[in-house]
């Protein structure tokens, strides 16, 4: 009887809480109208909810859901974001929610997991994994147990995973584009085999499937017509004093480099490299040095815009974590099933396997309607970074994924 009442109060309590009221212009009234000027260029107000969730992943009996958020690492820009999403919005639904970071040590990432099976502390488990192969058995072992598993960014390498939201570098929609880009550069500066376009990748790490991957997409774009050299850095483990010394010495042994992809962004290292050998120019300058980064981060922003680098290949974790968050709410709270097909055909409900789409973004595109996904920019460091209220949940009906809403839950599972 207690609990029951308990429950009761809990759902009150949630159910009055203050909802996002829009004021003239899409501006919802918790939003401070500087704050307003900030965010209105980035979204379209008419496909984004704010703050839906509220109360939504409460059990029957009062308690919490319980996730764990298990990450590979936190020292950029996408991660934080990432987490400040997921934890906002599931915090908001009634979620109990755990972050731990393995920070690139994958048998460390394997242990966590496995004592989060033993101690049988979560119902889900949201997992960016180190090592996607090896993760598959205790990602297998997990949803044995009962707990599912929902896996973002990059997927482990096993059929049993409860679902997926993400992207595959390695296929000429995502980091092919990148390759072709540098093709169609070298074919336009008349390169040869003989006298070929020299691209410099900075690697991240050889170790991390990821990285593999987007070192593939790239060559997969490039083709085989050997117009086009790829130098590669050693690995710099996503650190920027590596990443601008990798810069320093492949410039001083290829002068000529006329391309650069880092595997892990970091601007700001790009930046300051070219800069100390005197090649930090716009497009269209001789001494312009083509610059492609994988993932967006604030210190990108400005030389996209202004043409000093040519662009990036990325969607971000607003798009993803989205995706995570609707994925585990129909599933594991409101005990729909998840279906293989192709969502982005429009062609299944609730979608297991979701690819979020990663647009060539440049000066051109990164500001535009073609610059957003599902109702708002690809370019997330744009929005208020740390106020996590202020993101909206997006609108990803066109793939299947409805906002859930408690309406939803009294008619699927009863309270």
């Known amino acids: ?50 703050n839906p969730y509220r109360g939504l992943a409460v059990r029957k009996d009062g308690g919490p859901y319980r996730i764990l958020d298990l990450r590979t690492w936190m020292g950029d820009d996408f991660q934080v974001v990432g987490y400040g999403l997921l934890k906002t919005q599931l915090e908001a639904a009634g979620v109990k929610y755990t972050m731990l970071s393995a920070e690139f040590d994958a048998p460390a990432q394997a242990r966590m997991l496995e004592d989060a099976i033993a101690t049988k502390s979560y119902d889900a488990i949201i997992l960016h994994p180190v090592d996607r192969v090896a ?11 009962g707990i599912d598993v929902y896996g973002w960014i990059t997927p482990v390498q096993t059929p049993k995973l409860t679902a997926f939201a993400g992207y595959k570098s390695d296929e000429m929609d995502a980091n092919g ?29 050889r170790a991390l499937p990821i990285c593999v991957e987007r070192y ?31 810069i320093q010495d492949a410039f001083a042994k290829y002068s000529n480099i006329s391309g650069i992809y880092p595997q892990f ?18 497009i269209g300058d001789p001494k312009h040095v083509a610059v492609i980064l994988q993932d967006v981060d604030k210190a990108m922003l400005p030389p996209v815009r202004d ?26 709270v409101l005990k729909q099933p998840l279906q293989d097909g192709d969502p982005l055909a429009g062609k299944v409900d609730l979608p297991r396997k979701v690819l979020v789409p990663e647009p060539f973004l440049t000066d051109k595109t990164i500001d535009t309607k073609a610059g957003q996904l599902w109702g708002a920019t690809i370019a997330f460091t744009d929005m208020p970074l740390g106020k996590w209220t202020y993101w909206p949940t997006l609108d990803t009906t066109s793939i299947g994924l409805p906002v859930p809403t408690l309406a939803d839950r009294k008619r699927l599972v009863g309270y």
Request: glycine share 10%; proline share 6%; hydrophobic share 45%.
């Open 216 to 246: 593939n997409g790239v060559k997969m774009g490039l083709g085989d017509s050997g117009i086009v050299k790829v130098v590669e850095s050693v690995d710099t483990g996503g650190q920027p004093e590596a990443q601008l010394k990798a």
């Open 307 to 332: 043409g000093t680098f040519d662009g990036t290949v990325s969607n971000g974790p607003w798009q993803q974590a989205d995706v995570v968050i609707k994925q585990f709410l129909w599933h594991t």
């Open 1 to 50: 009887m207690f609990r029951n009442l308990l429950a009761l109060a809990v759902l009150l309590a949630l159910s009055a809480a203050p909802l996002a009221q829009q004021t003239d212009g899409g501006r919802p009234s918790f939003i401070s109208e500087a704050d307003w000027t900030q965010i209105k260029p980035h979204i379209d107000p008419e496909r984004v909810q704010w």
């Open 135 to 145: 993760m598959a058995a205790p990602v297998e072992k997990a949803i044995a147990a």
């Open 177 to 205: 584009q990148i390759g072709k880009y540098f093709l169609d550069l070298a074919q336009k500066a008349g390169a040869t085999p003989d006298k070929p376009f020299i691209v410099l990748e900075i690697w991240g790490s």
């Open 265 to 282: 962004g970091d601007a700001n290292a790009t930046i300051e490299g070219l800069r100390s050998v005197g090649r930090l120019a716009p």
